[in-house]
C-alpha cells in the first residue's frame, strides 16, 4: 500500500491546480479507489454504468457523495435510467438524440439538470461514436439542443487515438481545442464551454499543452491492469 497514494499525489503536484483529474477506474478494487481517494482525489471516471459503476458506488457508501462520478465511457440508452442518479457529468453525449434520451429521463432520476460534454469524434475514426469535428454541425446540433431544459452541456471531451506516439495525439487535440474556442461563441441557454476533457496516462502532457482543463488517467495511478 503506498504506491497510488504516492502516484497520485506525484501527479497532482505535477501539473496546474486548474486541471481537473478525473481518476478513471475501471476493473480496480475497492482498495486501490479509496486509497487515491485518500490521497486526495475528488473526480471518479468509470466505463460502465452497470454493474461496475453502480456497485463501487454502492460499496463506497458515504463517500459516494463527496466525490464527483464522471461517466467516461459509451452511454448505451438501456442504461441511462441508472446513469444519471450515479453521475455528476456524463462525458460521452455522442448525438442530439442521445441528450434527448437523457433530458426526459433527468426528473424521474430526482434531478433538475443533467451536466454534459459533447464527445467529439476527433479522428473521424469509424469504430467510435461522437460528433464529427465540424464546427458548423457542432454549432447547428447545440442550437437544436437548446430546448433541452434538463440538460446542461458544460464543454468537450475526445479520446483521440490511442495508440503510437503521444505526440501523435496533438493534432486531435488541437482541432478539439480550436472547436471548443469558437463554440463558446455560441449563446444558447443550457450551453456553456467550460470543460474541455482530453488526454490520459500516455497523452495527458500533451493534451494540457493544447489547452485541456481536465484529464482522465488510469495506469499512471494504478500501475497496469493484470
Known amino acids: 500500500m503506498g504506491k497510488i497514494r504516492d502516484n497520485y499525489?506525484?501527479?497532482?503536484?505535477?501539473?496546474?491546480?486548474?486541471?481537473?483529474?478525473?481518476?478513471?477506474?475501471?476493473?480496480?478494487?475497492?482498495?486501490?479507489?479509496?486509497?487515491?481517494?485518500?490521497?486526495?482525489?475528488?473526480?471518479?471516471?468509470?466505463?460502465?454504468?452497470?454493474?461496475?459503476?453502480?456497485?463501487?458506488?454502492?460499496e463506497l457508501g458515504d463517500i459516494s457523495i463527496k466525490l464527483k462520478w464522471h461517466l467516461i465511457g459509451h452511454l448505451q440508452s438501456n442504461k441511462i435510467n441508472k446513469a444519471i442518479p450515479i453521475f455528476d457529468l456524463i462525458q460521452t453525449v455522442d448525438s442530439i438524440d442521445?441528450?434527448?434520451?437523457?433530458?426526459?429521463?433527468?426528473?424521474?432520476?430526482?434531478?433538475?439538470?443533467?451536466p454534459v460534454l459533447l464527445e467529439i469524434n476527433s479522428g473521424k475514426e469509424k469504430t467510435k461514436t461522437g460528433f464529427l469535428p465540424v464546427i458548423k454541425k457542432i454549432k447547428e446540433a447545440l442550437i437544436q439542443m437548446e430546448d433541452l431544459k434538463h440538460i446542461?452541456?458544460?464543454?468537450?471531451?475526445?479520446?483521440?487515438?490511442?495508440?503510437?506516439?503521444?505526440?501523435?495525439?496533438?493534432?486531435?487535440?488541437?482541432?478539439?481545442?480550436?472547436?471548443?474556442?469558437?463554440?463558446?461563441?455560441?449563446?444558447?441557454?443550457?450551453?456553456?464551454?467550460?470543460?474541455?476533457?482530453?488526454?490520459?496516462?500516455?497523452?495527458?502532457?500533451?493534451?494540457i499543452q493544447e489547452g485541456a482543463n481536465m484529464i482522465r488517467i488510469g495506469s499512471l495511478i494504478f500501475g497496469k491492469r493484470e
Open 9 to 58: 499525489k506525484k501527479l497532482r503536484d505535477s501539473i496546474k491546480d486548474d486541471v481537473t483529474i478525473v481518476v478513471a477506474t475501471k476493473t480496480r478494487s475497492f482498495n486501490e479507489i479509496t486509497e487515491v481517494i485518500e490521497a486526495g482525489a475528488e473526480h471518479i471516471g468509470e466505463n460502465y454504468v452497470y454493474p461496475e459503476a453502480a456497485q463501487k458506488y454502492e
Open 98 to 114: 442521445k441528450a434527448k434520451e437523457i433530458d426526459k429521463r433527468v426528473e424521474n432520476a430526482g434531478k433538475i439538470y443533467m
Open 152 to 207: 446542461e452541456i458544460r464543454g468537450l471531451m475526445t479520446m483521440g487515438p490511442q495508440e503510437g506516439n503521444p505526440a501523435d495525439a496533438k493534432p486531435y487535440f488541437t482541432l478539439t481545442r480550436k472547436i471548443f474556442e469558437k463554440l463558446k461563441d455560441v449563446n444558447t441557454i443550457n450551453s456553456k464551454m467550460e470543460i474541455l476533457s482530453m488526454g490520459m496516462s500516455n497523452s495527458y502532457k500533451v493534451a
